[in-house]
């Protein structure tokens, strides 16, 4: 499994840093100064600039070790540009994060110390970041080490991009704006649609009495939207196309029974409800559970509309140790709807006269596989003549970190 973190505008930072004019491969005194510079502040003995592209991770300039081109799961950098913060972590071996990264691992090369700041483009865009390593635990840096550290991080990116800087592009990046505007309205009108369904049926059903569990379906809805419009309004930017983790604790228990008290009607009117698989896992989790609850509710919404009879939500933990979130229903995807275009941002899986009305997933997929790569996990969907499951696969760290 993928061992780092997906930024959520991930499309438009990378069309930034490949639009930076001063970005080669091609190494400068200057860089190597700035790299001599940081290790000695804070006393480790390699430094390096990195350039955190698509799948790999290079180097502008490296000082202490040698260092070519490496996949993104022997980075930490790409942990580093999930923020505008600097990340520091006083022993690799003893953050849940990282104790089995192969940097880290028996075998490797058995890094310790990491502290780095990300280099932010004047697009506002994360191209990588400054960082200093050593084969020892440290203690964590001072305020004023880290603060000229972030100073060594705008001078690599004014050396790159002109002093003083040239902006890459003055105008905004219209289809980071596009994307996330387009994911964000899809994020809201999924508890809209459970709220709106909840209230409809009441209104329906008004002169047989009070259905309790669709107005607690519709009351949590509500307060799940209000959570949300403050999470976007907090944790995004509309400019660059980022949204931010709000990460805490929760109980993996609650996050999957709120799932479960979802009583909707399906595409053939019935009311719908979802049963708890027997024996799913329980425990503290590390996570932002607004967003999860989100993706969780988007796959529920679609199985009930377009899947078969039953549906279920289960949690558990697989062969490698991750943890699994599934919505599976006992319907079937049509025989021409492709998996592997269900993927694709805006892609309902071809044609919707292809679409089996007893099984489907939605525009729901493109925004949940967004946040679960933003939480370093991964979405994959399974489909056999019997169900269709939509899993979450989300890293063992997270339940070790809670």
Same mark, same amino acid.
């Given at each position: 499994?993928r061992?780092?973190p997906?930024?959520f505008n991930e499309?438009?930072r990378?069309?930034s840093?490949? &639009?930076v004019?001063?970005l080669?491969? @091609?190494?400068?005194?200057?860089?190597?100064a !700035?790299?001599? @510079?940081t290790?000695?502040?804070?006393d480790c003995?390699?430094?390096?600039?990195s350039?955190v592209e698509?799948?790999?991770q290079?180097?502008? =300039?490296v000082v202490?070790i040698?260092?070519?081109r490496m996949p993104k799961?022997?980075?930490?950098c790409?942990?580093?540009?999930?923020?505008?913060?600097?990340m520091?972590?006083?022993?690799l =071996?003893?953050?849940?994060r990282f104790e089995?990264?192969p940097?880290v691992?028996?075998?490797g090369?058995?890094a310790?110390?990491?502290a780095?700041?990300?280099?932010v483009l004047?697009?506002? +865009?994360?191209?990588? =970041?400054?960082c200093?390593?050593d084969?020892v635990?440290h203690?964590?840096?001072?305020?004023? +080490?880290m603060?000229?550290l972030?100073d060594?991080?705008?001078a690599?990116?004014?050396?790159?991009?002109?002093?003083?800087?040239r902006?890459v592009?003055q105008t905004?990046?219209?289809?980071a704006?596009?994307?996330?505007i387009t994911?964000?309205?899809?994020?809201?009108?999924?508890?809209?649609t459970?709220?709106?369904?909840?209230l409809q049926? /009441?209104?329906?059903m008004?002169?047989r009495?009070?259905n309790?569990?669709?107005v607690?379906s519709a009351?949590?809805?509500?307060?799940?939207?209000m959570?949300?419009?403050e999470? !976007?309004?907090?944790?995004?930017n509309?400019?660059?196309g980022?949204?931010?983790?709000?990460e805490?604790?929760?109980?993996?228990?609650g996050?999957?029974?709120?799932?479960?008290?979802?009583?909707l009607p399906? @595409?053939?009117g019935?009311?719908?409800?979802i049963?708890?698989v027997?024996?799913s896992?329980?425990g503290?989790?590390f996570?932002d559970?607004d967003?999860?609850?989100?993706?969780?509710?988007a796959?529920?919404l679609n @199985?009930?509309?377009?899947g078969g +009879?039953?549906?279920?939500?289960?949690?558990?933990i697989? &062969?490698?140790?991750? !943890?699994e /979130? =599934?919505?599976?229903d006992?319907g079937r995807l049509d025989?021409?709807?492709?998996? &592997?275009?269900?993927?694709?941002?805006?892609v309902?899986?071809?044609?919707?006269n292809?679409?089996?009305?007893r099984?489907? /997933?939605g525009?729901?997929?493109?925004?949940?596989?967004?946040?679960?790569?933003l939480?370093?996990?991964?979405?994959?969907v +399974?489909?056999t003549?019997?169900c269709?499951?939509?899993?979450?696969? /989300?890293?063992?760290?997270?339940?070790r970190t809670?």
């Amino acid at each position: 499994m993928r061992t780092y973190p997906i930024p959520f505008n991930e499309e438009a930072r990378l069309r930034s840093v490949f &639009a930076v004019p001063g970005l080669s491969e @091609a190494n400068a005194g200057v860089f190597d100064a !700035i790299c001599e @510079a940081t290790r000695k502040i804070l006393d480790c003995p390699i430094a390096h600039i990195s350039v955190v592209e698509g799948d790999t991770q290079w180097y502008k =300039s490296v000082v202490g070790i040698e260092l070519g081109r490496m996949p993104k799961n022997n980075s930490f950098c790409t942990h580093t540009i999930m923020s505008g913060k600097p990340m520091v972590v006083p022993d690799l =071996s003893k953050d849940p994060r990282f104790e089995a990264h192969p940097m880290v691992a028996e075998g490797g090369p058995g890094a310790r110390f990491y502290a780095g700041v990300p280099l932010v483009l004047s697009s506002g +865009q994360r191209l990588g =970041s400054l960082c200093v390593l050593d084969l020892v635990p440290h203690e964590a840096p001072s305020d004023h +080490q880290m603060s000229i550290l972030a100073d060594l991080g705008k001078a690599v990116v004014a050396a790159l991009e002109g002093v003083p800087p040239r902006p890459v592009d003055q105008t905004k990046d219209e289809g980071a704006k596009t994307t996330f505007i387009t994911l964000i309205g899809h994020e809201l009108r999924t508890p809209l649609t459970i709220l709106f369904g909840s209230l409809q049926l /009441l209104e329906a059903m008004a002169e047989r009495g009070t259905n309790k569990a669709l107005v607690s379906s519709a009351r949590k809805s509500g307060e799940h939207l209000m959570g949300l419009v403050e999470t !976007i309004i907090a944790y995004s930017n509309a400019a660059t196309g980022e949204l931010s983790l709000n990460e805490r604790v929760c109980e993996l228990e609650g996050i999957v029974e709120g799932v479960a008290e979802l009583v909707l009607p399906g @595409a053939d009117g019935e009311l719908k409800t979802i049963a708890v698989v027997d024996g799913s896992l329980t425990g503290p989790i590390f996570i932002d559970p607004d967003q999860i609850k989100l993706a969780l509710h988007a796959l529920a919404l679609n @199985a009930i509309n377009h899947g078969g +009879q039953k549906t279920t939500v289960g949690s558990r933990i697989d &062969a490698s140790g991750n !943890i699994e /979130l =599934s919505i599976t229903d006992d319907g079937r995807l049509d025989e021409n709807v492709e998996l &592997a275009a269900l993927y694709e941002p805006f892609v309902v899986g071809g044609s919707i006269n292809n679409r089996d009305t007893r099984g489907g /997933l939605g525009l729901g997929l493109p925004l949940t596989r967004k946040l679960v790569e933003l939480h370093g996990g991964e979405f994959e969907v +399974q489909a056999t003549e019997d169900c269709t499951a939509a899993i979450i696969r /989300l890293p063992a760290w997270r339940m070790r970190t809670a």
